[in-house]
């Protein structure tokens, strides 16, 4: 007869799930182990500053050198000779140039003709807006009235600032923007001159009087027939345009 096996001593009976229970156990203690931090202890440094009063040192023995005393100064001669003076020397009389009542003065007569009047020219300033004559651009002589003239001089003006016009490189690094408020004077010569401005940054005064500084001469404005100068106001905008 055969010997009979009992089901619960086969030993391959539960292999499988021995084998899952121990590779999740592996697995776990895997993961366990990925999953520990470890930290440093913090290290306590102190400085410790030290002052002390006096500071000891040995001090190296040198050697003296002894220089020898200075000679003595000449002794004076024996026989001392007295010069006399052969120059004579005159003395200056000052004569006072206080007068006394006594002093009579002539009174100098001068003839009307014989003052010479110079006439002193005036360097009357006249705001744009009254002008009797409008400054003349290059471009605006065939106009006839006057209002056509002032249109066109503000227009020349505007094309001019547009023409000449770059953003200072050191402003658009650093992003500065904003209106520059400028005026200036148009003498009677046709000039520009005594260029004021107002802005907030320095580059973009600089750079907005460049422009004005660059206007070619016009035909100066008059007043009564005469000549003369002109003060003009204007604003540059100073901005960046959005990419």
Sequence with gaps: MKPKKNPNAEIGR???????????????????????????????????V?????????????????????PPPPSAPDVIEIVEDVDDVEETVIE?????????IEDAVVSIEDV?????????????????????????EDLQTQAERKECFNKKVQEHIKKNFKYP????????????????????????????????DKLLEKEAVRIIASLPEVKPGEQRGKPVSVKYSIPINFVMANN
């Design 50 to 70: 030290q002052v002390t009063d006096e500071l000891k040192e040995d001090v190296p023995i040198t050697e003296m050198i002894r220089t020898a005393p200075p």
């Design 14 to 48: 539960n292999s499988s799930l021995y084998f899952m229970i121990g590779l999740t156990s592996v697995l776990f203690m895997t993961w366990q182990s990925f999953e520990v931090k470890f930290y440093e202890e913090e290290s306590k440094v102190s400085e410790v």
């Design 116 to 140: 010479n009047v110079a006439e002193v020219e005036e360097d009357v300033v006249v705001p744009f807006a009254v002008i009797e004559y409008v400054p003349v651009f290059p471009g605006c």
């Design 96 to 104: 006072s140039t206080e007068s006394s009542q006594e002093t009579f």
């Design 169 to 200: 490189a050191s402003a658009l690094e650093m992003g500065i923007t904003g209106r520059v408020y400028l005026q200036f004077v148009i003498d009677s010569k046709g000039h520009v001159s005594n260029i004021q401005k107002r802005g907030p």
